[in-house]
């Protein structure tokens, strides 16, 4: 394992550019773990992006992949994406930072296998337009939200959404839930309005 740590700003800024980060340790950087914009494309794999100061990965006009490893104990975000950003994460954990544990703002996001839990505000938070597919994991003990949608669209399918503060999904009048045979139990209230029943049963 690499271990990259106390650079005083971004261990990896990307601009416009593409890069490859591979059984390594991130930790411990004043600024953001990692930052990619301005059309930027990584791969993050098996790896550790923990203790930085603005938080794990920030994405702004970019486009990137989390497969395995872990995005953790972050004190902001733990992945923050804006400006028509898009984020595909594998088999990832994302647990246990002070703020969202993902954070769309007019981005995308597909999630698959993954674990988001323990983190101090929502486990996902969509505004302005955002788009999420869920499948097959696991939004737990978050402080506020598990899922939490702002004129925003997601389709959440076989995950397990369970001990959450606030909602367990939440979403405003002008978001869209759909989805099936998921597990929504043991939060604060397990839906919002807005969002149908049919979530929780099977196809």
Same mark, same amino acid.
């Given at each position: 394992?690499?271990?990259?740590?106390?650079?005083?700003?971004?261990? +990896?800024?990307?601009?416009?550019?593409?890069?490859?980060?591979?059984?390594?340790?991130?930790?411990?950087?004043?600024?953001?773990?990692?930052?990619?914009?301005?059309?930027?494309?990584?791969?993050?794999?098996?790896?550790?992006?923990?203790?930085?100061?603005?938080?794990?990965?920030?994405?702004?006009?970019?486009?990137?992949?989390?497969?395995?490893? /872990?995005?953790?104990?972050?004190?902001?975000?733990?992945?923050?994406?804006?400006?028509?950003?898009?984020?595909?994460? &594998?088999?990832?954990?994302?647990?246990?930072?002070?703020?969202?544990?993902?954070?769309?703002?007019?981005?995308?996001?597909?999630?698959?296998?993954?674990?988001?839990?323990?983190?101090?505000?929502?486990?996902?938070?969509?505004?302005?337009?955002?788009?999420?597919? +869920?499948?097959?994991?696991?939004?737990?003990?978050?402080?506020?939200?598990?899922?939490?949608? /702002?004129?925003?669209?997601?389709?959440?399918? &076989?995950?397990?959404?369970?001990?959450?503060?606030?909602?367990?999904?939440?979403?405003?009048?002008?978001?869209?839930?759909?989805?099936?045979?998921?597990?929504?139990?043991?939060?604060?209230?397990?839906?919002?309005?807005?969002?149908?029943?049919?979530?929780? /049963?099977?196809?």
């Amino acid at each position: 394992m690499i271990y990259i740590p106390h650079c005083p700003h971004k261990v +990896l800024l990307l601009k416009n550019s593409p890069a490859s980060v591979t059984t390594s340790k991130i930790s411990g950087n004043q600024g953001w773990g990692i930052a990619a914009q301005d059309r930027s494309a990584m791969m993050v794999t098996d790896s550790i992006i923990s203790n930085n100061g603005l938080g794990g990965i920030s994405l702004i006009s970019a486009v990137a992949a989390l497969i395995g490893g /872990e995005v953790s104990a972050n004190p902001a975000d733990g992945l923050a994406l804006s400006q028509r950003s898009a984020l595909m994460v &594998i088999g990832a954990k994302v647990s246990g930072n002070q703020g969202n544990g993902i954070k769309l703002d007019s981005s995308a996001a597909s999630v698959r296998g993954a674990t988001i839990s323990g983190n101090g505000g929502h486990g996902l938070i969509l505004t302005t337009q955002s788009v999420l597919s +869920l499948y097959q994991s696991t939004i737990s003990n978050n402080n506020q939200n598990g899922v939490h949608l /702002e004129s925003s669209l997601a389709s959440i399918r &076989i995950s397990q959404i369970v001990n959450n503060v606030g909602y367990g999904i939440f979403a405003d009048a002008n978001s869209t839930v759909a989805g099936y045979g998921n597990t929504v139990s043991g939060n604060g209230t397990d839906l919002s309005g807005n969002v149908p029943q049919s979530v929780t /049963e099977k196809k």
